[in-house]
């Protein structure tokens, strides 16, 4: 078996630098599983943002059981974090966190659940609840000094996601090509970068970059291993032409989805300004599920990166992680023999 070995793949002991991220807010227990057994590092996505706290993390608790039944190598568990407008991690987030933390009190579950990846907000604040769980530490940002920030916060690896990602990006645009080296070249931890990669050449220049892994996210999507949810989803990444995507208000602020006629009504209802943010959220909530789990290509919301323009296939997972890391090094080594005058 070829593989690349960096400080991502020591510190998971790991085959592969290959990374699928956090899918939410629904389910992608199956999907997460399958990129683990190809001897990546697969996310089980939580089970959206407006359930109950606490139905949300006996839910979560069994996600995370259905995953250690159908992998017995190292996964990830994302929830997002962001905060409310007074600065308060939402109760969602501390009851997902705390159903991770709790999970791998369990020892049959920690030798799988290895990690907890956190995103969209700082990581401050769930790094205290997080401490002393055994679990490694990933915080996505999307800016240098959020970086930096989450270094100083303690965090064990930094996914540094460009603007061309799919899902929530940032109101301060900065593309993968240039977040890489600025997030690498501030950190001492393994860096994961993520938007806009589908191939090993994607992975062979996040290395070149500075990155010691990739993160993917839409390149997952469209996949044979993704049953949790509804084919129409990755049937419609796959139709979607260069520069279809989209950027509009989501649950955290920007995000990259492909257009349907649910980003129309949400600006409509947020122009009238009718609804509580309390019920505004349980609509994207709704909006995104419905999509995810239900195929519903109209009324639905369809996260999805820029990259989806350049997706024509369904992938086969447990090919796909070796395939890329195999094209990468084929990339690396073509490159290492370019003539130098
Ligand atoms: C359908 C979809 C749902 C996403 N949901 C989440 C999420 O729940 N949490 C999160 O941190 N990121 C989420 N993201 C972002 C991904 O984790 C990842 O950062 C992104 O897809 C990487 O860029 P790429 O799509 O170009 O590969 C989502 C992305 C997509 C496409």
Redesign the pocket.
């Known amino acids: 078996m070829h593989t690349l070995q960096t400080r991502f793949t020591s510190l998971l002991g790991i085959e592969h630098p290959v990374m699928q ?5 629904y389910k992608t227990v199956h999907l997460a599983a399958a990129v683990s057994n190809a001897g990546g590092l697969g ?1 089980v ?2 089970p959206g943002i407006s359930e109950e706290p606490v139905a949300g993390a006996a839910k979560l608790r069994g996600y995370i059981e259905q995953a250690c039944e159908l992998t017995d190598r190292p996964f990830a568990v ?1 929830v ?1 974090v962001g905060t409310d407008k007074h600065g308060n991690v939402p109760p969602f987030s501390k009851a997902y966190v705390g159903a991770v933390v709790d999970a791998v009190k369990d020892p049959d579950i920690a030798r799988r659940l290895r990690v907890i ?1 956190t ?2 907000g700082a990581a401050s604040a769930s790094r205290k609840l997080i401490d002393g769980s055994g679990l490694l530490h990933i915080h ?1 940002v999307g800016g240098t000094r959020h970086a930096l920030r989450a270094a100083a916060d303690g965090v064990d690896m930094i ?1 540094a ?2 603007y ?5 990006t940032h109101s301060r645009p900065v593309h993968t090509f240039v977040l890489g080296p600025s997030v690498a070249d501030v950190v001492d931890c393994p860096v994961i970068l ?5 191939d090993g050449r994607g992975l062979a220049a996040a290395l070149a970059l500075g990155a010691d892994a990739v ?7 469209a996949s044979h291993d993704n049953p949790d949810w509804h084919g129409a ?1 990755a049937q419609r990444i796959i139709d979607a032409g260069e520069a279809d995507d989209i950027v509009f208000q989501a649950l955290y602020g920007p995000s ?1 989805a492909l257009p349907s006629d649910a980003i129309a009504e949400l600006a409509a209802i947020e122009a009238a300004g009718t609804m509580t943010e309390t019920e505004l959220t349980a609509f994207k909530d709704a909006r ?1 599920i419905a999509a ?1 789990r239900d195929g519903d290509m109209v009324g639905g919301i ?7 323009g350049a997706i024509v296939d369904l992938i086969h997972v447990a090919e796909f992680i070796p395939g890329i890391v195999l094209e990468a090094i084929k990339v690396l080594d073509r490159l290492s023999k370019l003539k130098t005058v």
């Open positions: 991220e956090g899918l939410g807010p996310t996505s939580i994302n997002p990846t995103s969209a996505k996914i996601s460009g061309e990602a799919g899902g929530h993520a938007g806009g990669i589908r993160a993917l996210g839409t390149r997952f999507v989803y990259r995104l995810q369809l996260p999805a990166g820029q990259i989806s």
